[in-house]
């Protein structure tokens, strides 16, 4: 395989608070004919930049505006100035992703979360780091557990107190927080607080927080507490959630249909397992649809789609699934639909009612799988002593379609 040989016209420049460039980053400024950045960076640059002649445009707000319009620039040489390494929660990706190959070159710089590990003696690799300067705070319900070390990027001084109340409210006010601002550069200040203590109004931009949590964690183990989920009682019980999800057997990568959503705890889950999942959780009735969104957007995972409708009409259109839970709504309509999946497809079916399981033990006589009957009792009180209080049986089918 050969080399690709090009000639970019965009060069993407990582800066940093000391405005410190490589050769090769003063380089391109000195060759471009345009240079693009955010007001900050242009302001950082200012002497460099009094040296060139190329034309400077400042990045306008929102950043898609900017994005358009440096594309409009190509087949100019170009710089587009960017915040330390461009590729870490930065624009790089953002560029890159809509040109071809050999029409850019990046040259990054020391990104902020590098500087911040530096200040702290901590373990980058074995650091947390996330970019919330752009993303909801929730982002960070996953990852909250003491021994872990996080390092966040965020938009403002104002979301310093922002991430101090969400962090109070979950319960994590003992956490310790290490506020950092404009690391690496002159205007540099780092300052050490708790969640519950901090009450800083002086914060400048950019800044980062550097978190040492401290508080309950969510468990790892599937089958989660129910109360993990706002629910109206349409939730797929803990233990035989965790059955279910043991059926489904999740891979990186793969996507789920959860139909019958109810509170949206299979999809939730089946995210939680790793980053790269994807779910679509299907439910008709408004209400509930409304909790399975409130319920993801709680613990950050915004990757949950979620479809208003019934099924199997509703699945028209869908990205195709690699797994497939029904939870609610199974009819042998439904059953047909899912008949015309991708050979391959993973397909887990949960019955309560009599007429389901029948649905459900004529599928396992056609097409075989594995049909389970989970049966459990709670400790009740009765009288002064205790006894079994029984559930109602669950049927599951589980198929390779």
Known sequence: MSEIQSDPWLTIVGVGEDAGLTPAALAAIAGAEVVMGPPRHLALLAEVLGETRAEIKPWPVPFADGVAQLMALAGRRVVALASGDPFWFGAGSVLADRLPPGAWRAI???????????????????????????????????????GRRLIVTLRDGAAVGDLAEYLRAADFGATVMHVM???GGPRERLRRVTAETCALDDVDHPVCVALEPLGEPLPLATGRPDSTFDNDGQITKRPVRALTLSALAPRPGEHLWDIGGGSGSIGIEWLMCDPLMRATA????????????????????????????????????????????VGGGLSQALLDRLDTLAPGARLVANAVTLESEALLARAHAARGGSLLRIELSDAMPLGTRRGWKSAYPIVQWSVTL
């Open 181 to 183: 601002e404009a690391l």
């Open 282 to 325: 299907v439910e008709a009735d408004a209400g509930r649809a409304a909790r399975i969104r409130s319920n993801a957007e709680g613990l950050g995972l915004d990757r949950l789609q979620v479809v208003e409708g019934r099924a199997p009409e509703a699945l028209d259109g869908l990205p195709a699934p690699d797994a497939v839970f």
């Open 108 to 146: 990054p710089g020391v990104s902020v979360f590098s500087l911040a590990a530096a200040r702290l003696g901590w373990r980058l690799e074995g650091t947390v780091c996330l970019g919330l300067h752009a993303a909801p705070l929730t982002r960070l319900a996953l990852h909250l557990a003491p």
